[in-house]
């Protein structure tokens, strides 16, 4: 491969050396004149893959006849977290679907992990890197790669154990879309996985309610007390027909009920916080005595959800992921001060995106974890949603619902994934159908939605929407 050298030694030198000045270290009387330049020497090789084109590697690829897939384990890595510049180092196992016959000797996948992987960056993201790439270089018809590393930065806050492993994993094109295929694939690499990935949690609350998470799938009722909501506004705003539909939804299978006092239909128009509390408020009041299942409130207003958790709402359901714009962090400031878990949407002002949209939508839940993070909302309280219906095309939504697997794990942790699909505008532009007519096609989104790693669904129809949670959780052994 030819490698473009664009590191500027000498400027890495002199950070190195101010670096070591600052924490006190005297260079001179420590005969530690040459560290500094060792150290800028070091991190150029280490980051040697920024400037490295692997399109070179793929002119040793061979055509012969083969089917089925083909597996190469256990290639050596060793990377650099980009948080603190702290190693992770490991094996990387690949499982592809040749076309056309299109194969590669072990020297080639050798030589590309090496390459990719000497950069700083994320376990995560060198996992998708490295299967894109196989993907475009070898025009593989479906690429699975796993990485099993173990994580310095990690083990140095506590988060793993000395030793312990942090796998990560990615698919392209067939493994991405057929769950029998990428069984298989996992099958030839020794390792036995389900088709859904789930992080478990449990929460209990002071009521003495409590919730777990990633043992089944859990349906979240939505119980909307507003006038103007897009599907059953109007329906259920006094508090004798809340009561009836919180209890018939309970019946039916509800694990949650989601309240929300404000409309957050297309083009709707936000309320102040006071306005929002003071219709909240009466409901919440009716509701959470008479329910036996947690309860929780649709807002994004850091004053709203004060006053819901006060009254004795058990989670936050925030459409902004924390990011809503008031005063900054105060959202995860309320939930930390409460220690309630919230829901972490990803939404954006229109649908424009640059470069990919998993990336992007990555990137906005690593600033919710800022957030959190910054006023010390545990990371456990977190259970993200990715936001079907805000900010994205019809066809955006399908394209996340393919790829929502791809949103679980930041820092070698799954998190739970809340998926909002029911009766949405994008099954009425793939069906034409109008929002009253949406039910079987919401089952539909929500069965994948669990195949991709859901482990809550939101939904109106509880009744045959749980039950087709409950045969896909038996299908696969949940």
């Not at 600033?367 to 990715?386: H, K, M, N, T």
Request: net charge negative.
């Amino acid at each position: 491969m030819e490698t473009e050298h664009t590191a500027d030694l000498s400027r890495a030198a002199r950070a190195m050396r101010e670096f070591l000045t600052a924490l006190g270290v005297d260079i001179a009387a420590q005969g530690m004149e040459e560290t500094p330049q060792r150290v800028a020497q070091l991190y150029a090789e280490l980051f040697a893959g920024l400037h490295e084109d692997t399109a070179a590697l793929w002119a040793d690829v061979l055509t012969e006849e083969t089917e089925g897939l083909v597996a190469v384990r256990a290639i050596p890595f060793y990377s650099m977290c980009e948080h603190h510049l702290l190693p992770f180092f490991g094996t990387a196992n690949i499982v592809y679907q040749p076309h056309a016959g299109r194969v590669a000797g072990f020297g080639v996948f050798a030589r590309l992990v090496a390459s990719m992987a000497r950069r700083p960056q994320l376990q995560e993201r060198l996992t998708a890197d490295i299967a894109r790439e196989v993907e475009r270089g070898l025009g593989a018809e479906g690429v699975l790669v796993v990485l099993d590393a173990q994580q310095l930065c990690m083990m140095m806050r506590g988060a793993r154990a000395h030793g312990a492993q942090t796998t990560t994993s990615a698919s392209c094109g067939i493994f991405r879309t057929d769950a029998a295929s990428r069984m298989q694939a996992w099958t030839m690499l020794g390792m036995e996985r389900e088709c859904t990935m789930t992080a478990n949690r449990h929460y209990r609350f002071s009521d003495g309610k409590d919730l777990t998470i990633g043992e089944r799938t859990l349906v979240m009722g939505i119980l909307n007390v507003t006038p103007d909501s897009f599907s059953d506004g109007g329906k259920w705003n006094t508090r004798d027909d809340a009561l009836r539909h919180m209890e018939e939804m309970v019946r039916d299978g509800a694990d949650i009920i989601d309240v929300g006092a404000e409309s957050s239909r297309p083009g709707f128009v936000p309320m102040s916080a006071a306005e929002e509390t003071e219709r909240l408020l009466p409901f919440l009041e009716a509701v959470l005595p008479a329910c036996p299942v947690p309860v929780s409130v649709d807002t994004f207003k850091a004053e709203t959800a004060r006053a819901a958790l006060r009254a004795g709402a058990h989670l936050l359901n925030d459409i902004w992921g924390l990011q809503y714009a008031e005063e900054p962090g105060a959202m995860a400031r309320v939930a930390a001060e409460m220690n309630a878990p919230v829901v972490v949407m990803h939404n954006q002002n229109g649908t424009t995106y640059t470069g990919d949209i998993i990336g992007a939508m990555r990137d906005f839940f690593a600033r919710s974890f800022a957030a959190a993070d910054a006023v010390g909302l545990a990371r456990e309280r977190l259970i993200l949603d990715p936001g079907i219906g805000f900010g994205k095309t019809a066809e955006q939504n399908m394209h996340v619902l393919r790829r929502m697997d791809e949103l679980i794990s930041y820092d070698g942790i799954d998190y739970p994934m809340l998926l909002g699909a029911s009766r949405k505008s994008f099954i009425g532009a793939a069906l034409g159908l109008p929002v009253t007519e949406r039910m079987e096609a919401t089952g539909a989104a929500c069965v994948l939605g669990i195949l991709r790693g859901a482990s809550i669904v939101r939904v109106h129809d509880v009744k045959p929407i749980a039950r087709m949670c409950r045969m896909t959780d038996a299908i696969l052994g949940a």
